[in-house]
């Protein structure tokens, strides 16, 4: 892989220099070839190579080791999902932002922020995170948004509990607003995914309900009660896919809790704690872990995929005072979190 990739360069620099420019055209397009073929051995290294985690525990203290073979005797081993490697965040920045109440974000593109400002009725637009600036555009919304999520690329879809609707907004390359859609699901809907072309949405109705939805607003699936007919939810606020699509993450108002349900309605695993109170948004990063706002308790805890405590990531120790949204960026591997400011972390392992 490596010789073919420093045979496109060395071509190219080739015919620069003597510029030979339908040359270089005809090497640009047999060297994008190249790269398209070479795509797919990329994925497999990168597969082949993933780091694996251990959790070692020694069996006993005093012992001759006279061979390698030997230390298999002494330890016990246990492989740990990378969800529950434990993070900590480096502050990267944070961005001085007076809006108040805004109950979700959204990582639109690598460097473009969503955010729903529900006191003003604003979607409001940072274009650029990579620099360190209060400059943001906004769109006018009908009154009360909620939440917001990525559809593609260049749709968003946004939900309007008091309204009963969603709308979805196509965005241009520049991102303006190309074209809006209000489809009608139904008054208390609040959080939003979206996931192989359905959403899912949470209501905090009377029923406290989540459904999958098609694109046009067709109920699929309805999950309010579990195998035992007790009711899965209070008030469902806020919700996120898992990274490998097969686990809904509900954060649940008035239980302080987070459940994941797979999508055949199933409960996975339900995270309670002493120092979770008024979980808001949730989110979820590259590898499955699950990051939690704690709205109250002003926190943002870490889960694993299945949802068991990790550690408390952000607590007021680092300025966090009543989280309300938190978003990542699989790019940049940071965790976005609107605390009255907007501050963004670097996530390392520890």
């Not at 990582?107 to 409001?124: E, G, P, T, V, Y």
């Not at 979805?168 to 209000?182: A, G, P």
């Not at 939805?213 to 309805?222: A, F, H, N, T």
Request: proline share 3%; charged share 25%.
């Amino acid at each position: 892989m490596k010789t073919k990739l420093n045979s496109i360069s060395t071509e190219l620099v080739h015919h620069q220099g003597i510029d030979q420019r339908c040359q270089m055209f005809v090497a640009l397009k047999k060297g994008q070839e190249i790269i398209d073929h070479l795509k797919p051995d990329a994925d497999k290294q990168c597969k082949n190579n993933s780091i694996h985690y251990y959790k070692v525990e020694c069996k006993a203290f005093e012992q001759n080791i006279t061979n390698l073979q030997d230390c298999g005797k002494f330890f016990t081993y246990q492989e740990i999902h990378k969800s529950e490697v434990q993070r900590t965040a480096i502050n990267h920045t944070d961005i001085k932002f007076t809006n108040d109440f805004v109950p979700s974000l959204c990582l639109f593109k690598r460097d473009c922020l969503l955010l729903c400002n529900k006191a003003h009725s604003k979607l409001i637009i940072f274009k650029d995170m990579s620099v360190s600036t209060s400059s943001y555009d906004t769109i006018d919304l009908p009154p009360g948004p909620w939440a917001v999520a990525k559809v593609d690329n260049y749709k968003a879809v946004i939900t309007f509990p008091e309204l009963g609707i969603i709308r979805l907004i196509t965005f241009s390359k520049s991102m303006t607003v190309t074209n809006t859609e209000d489809i009608k699901i139904g008054e208390c809907c609040r959080g939003v995914a979206y996931s192989n072309n359905k959403l899912i949405v949470s209501y905090t109705d009377k029923l406290a309900t989540v459904k999958i939805l098609d694109m046009s607003g067709k109920v699929l699936k309805i999950f309010d009660k579990d195998q035992h007919e007790n009711r899965l939810f209070s008030d469902p606020y806020h919700l996120t896919i898992s990274a490998d699509n097969t686990v809904i993450y509900v954060s649940d108002l008035r239980k302080n809790c987070v459940l994941g349900l797979t999508f055949d309605g199933k409960v996975k695993a339900i995270y309670n704690d002493d120092q979770l109170n008024l979980p808001y948004q949730v989110t979820v990063d590259r590898s499955g872990a699950v990051f939690v706002c704690g709205h109250l308790s002003n926190n943002i805890h870490q889960l694993s995929s299945d949802l068991t405590k990790v550690k408390i990531l952000l607590d007021i120790e680092q300025g966090i005072y009543g989280p309300e949204g938190v978003a990542y960026c699989q790019d940049k591997n940071r965790l976005y979190v609107h605390n009255g400011n907007i501050k963004v972390y670097d996530l390392t392992l520890e």
